[in-house]
């Protein structure tokens, strides 16, 4: 198949940019239509745990107590006790008689991880939970510190506490655990927090659309690349400048991702003299928008279960960006998944149609939060994964959820369906969308499954990249960076920054504290523009600015 035979252009008469609220489908369920339609109701609740620290620096012996043998509790003064494991984590709730949240709908939830072996746990970590306006509706916030299943102390946080709504400082609160208290002694827990009103977003819903339109210096429009079958379409979206700019970057999405990111392709690119082409590879980003996915669940689905289907379609959108103009410099970008998507495509074909690359938090090695379990990510890093998925359908999926009991009871016993399957709303997607707004079209507010044909396919690049790395070759020559965050919550970060060793020698690793998965949808402006902020160093500094 020639790429002739896949790339159609598709006139601007046919761009399919609109932004569009929630399915109508949730409106049947009063808890999601209020958080969609009145977001002036809710706040956004942001914790920064700092960790437990000896109230009297001194101290020696404080600490928090772990279970040891048979369940007895020991005190692990100076990581001395050979068996006590002083591990803790922290649980986040809200309540109140109606904070918005519920067990299906946990935006008023989150669990921070898990610290091993250590009585002084420092987290360091920040998280985000979503209540109701209003001392009435959320009278407060416990926060649990447990070791295992045993709770160790918690903390009650009364709402009349809270720091005032907009306040950009931090507010501190130290807790300081009874001197009786069974599994803590000398110790004092510290904590911070700030709240943003859930009415203002980083990016507004008007401001992507504006930005999905001509202005007068861009032009916008949407380019199909044609598959064997539409659910192998491709769409690539296009902002030129009309006045012809010398530079372009082709930008590549992630699992369950879209556009929606004005506020990083403005400063890092269009206003760099850049044009900008964006690749909707098939069954990612706005491909449901456009009708070619006939199941909700099969998003970012790769039905051949091998990254080389998006090979003629990364070839029909360089062809669309050789048609528009003649580029003295073309970068790569991608996030996620792009990685191993662009990563492919250069093992497979060589990098000559790029100059430069930057990858922002590439998915190269199986975290256990992007599988849902360390055993999981076990199976497929070590015990021949391509073999074993090979037993099941590419279609099949793994860890599908089903629409919660309560959702059902309140339609009657039906499930909530939505392009033909049971679907689950995911609190983590909504707390992103109640900040950065997208079009849920084009990028899901439900729980989405790893099918097998993905799994397949992306573990098939991690193996063959391995494989250069084996023989001492490298994927490319020319300049790259890498930024991704400790506080990742999909990958590890310490496991990509080994692995994008691999790609070349002509690498610039950033790693930063508190930025999100992708680095440009971080909880904080402030994170955000240093993330924008080291990306234009780096390009300045090599040349790309």
């Avoid at 379409?233 to 006045?243: E, G, I, M, T, V």
């Avoid at 790609?503 to 909880?523: K, M, Q, T, Y």
Wanted: net charge negative; with cysteine.
């Amino acid at each position: 198949m020639t790429i002739q035979d896949v790339l159609t252009i598709k006139s601007k008469g046919e761009v399919c940019a609109e932004c569009s609220d929630p399915p109508a489908e949730i409106d049947q369920v009063d808890i999601y239509r209020e958080f969609f339609t009145q977001p002036e109701l809710y706040q956004r609740i942001h914790i920064h745990i700092v960790g437990i620290r000896a109230k009297d620096p001194t101290d020696t012996t404080a600490g928090l107590k772990a279970n040891g043998f048979f369940g007895v509790s020991m005190l692990a003064p100076n990581y001395r006790s050979r068996f006590a494991k002083a591990s803790a984590s922290i649980s986040v709730d809200t309540y109140g008689s109606d904070t918005g949240s519920a067990d299906y709908f946990d935006i008023g939830k989150h669990k921070f991880v898990e610290l091993k072996s250590n009585p002084l746990p420092t987290w360091d970590a920040k998280a985000l939970v979503i209540s109701k306006k209003g001392t009435d509706n959320t009278q407060g916030l416990k926060l649990t510190v447990l070791n295992g299943s045993t709770e160790l102390f918690e903390v009650d946080l009364p709402s009349t506490e809270f720091p005032e709504i907009g306040d950009t400082t931090w507010k501190e609160y130290v807790y300081t655990p009874p001197e009786d208290a069974r599994f803590a002694k000398g110790v004092e827990f510290v904590y911070k927090l700030r709240i943003t009103d859930c009415a203002e977003k980083l990016v507004s819903k008007e401001t992507l659309a504006s930005f999905l339109a001509d202005t007068q210096t861009i032009s916008y429009s949407e380019e199909v690349i044609v598959g064997e079958s539409e659910k192998d379409n491709a769409l690539l979206q296009c902002w030129r400048h009309k006045k012809t700019a010398k530079k372009a970057v082709l930008w590549f999405l992630g699992r369950n991702d879209c556009f929606m990111h004005p506020h990083a392709a403005k400063p890092l690119f269009l206003d760099q003299g850049y044009d900008l082409y964006l690749l909707n590879y098939s069954c990612d980003g706005m491909c449901r928008k456009r009708g070619w996915l006939d199941d909700s669940l099969f998003n970012s689905h790769n039905y051949t279960g091998d990254f080389n289907i998006y090979i003629p379609q990364i070839e029909g959108a360089i062809k669309i960006i050789r048609s528009s103009a003649t580029y003295d410099q073309t970068v790569g970008y991608a996030h996620s998944t792009g990685g191993p998507v662009l990563i492919n495509y250069l093992m497979k074909k060589g990098d000559a149609e790029f100059d430069s690359f930057i990858f922002n938090s590439p998915f190269l090695d199986w975290g256990a939060d992007a599988v849902g379990s360390e055993l999981f990510e076990v199976v497929l890093e070590h015990l021949n994964a391509p073999l074993a998925l090979k037993l099941l359908s590419n279609d099949s999926t793994l860890g599908a959820k089903e629409t919660p009991k309560e959702v059902k009871e309140k339609l009657g016993g039906e499930p909530l369906k939505y392009l033909n399957s049971d679907i689950r709303m995911s609190a983590w997607s909504c707390k992103l969308w109640s900040q950065y707004y997208f079009d849920f079209r084009s990028r899901n507010l439900y729980d989405v499954p790893m099918t097998v044909g993905f799994a397949t396919g992306v573990t098939a690049v991690h193996n063959e990249l391995l494989k250069w790395q084996s023989e001492k070759k490298f994927v490319t020559l020319k300049p790259f960076m890498c930024i991704t965050s400790r506080a990742d919550d999909t990958l590890t970060a310490a496991e990509t920054l080994k692995r994008i060793d691999i790609i070349g020698p002509g690498r610039c690793e950033f790693e930063l504290r508190h930025n999100a998965h992708d680095v440009f949808l971080s909880e904080h402006k402030e994170d955000v523009d240093m993330a924008l902020a080291l990306i234009k160093a780096w390009m300045s500094n090599n040349g790309f600015a």
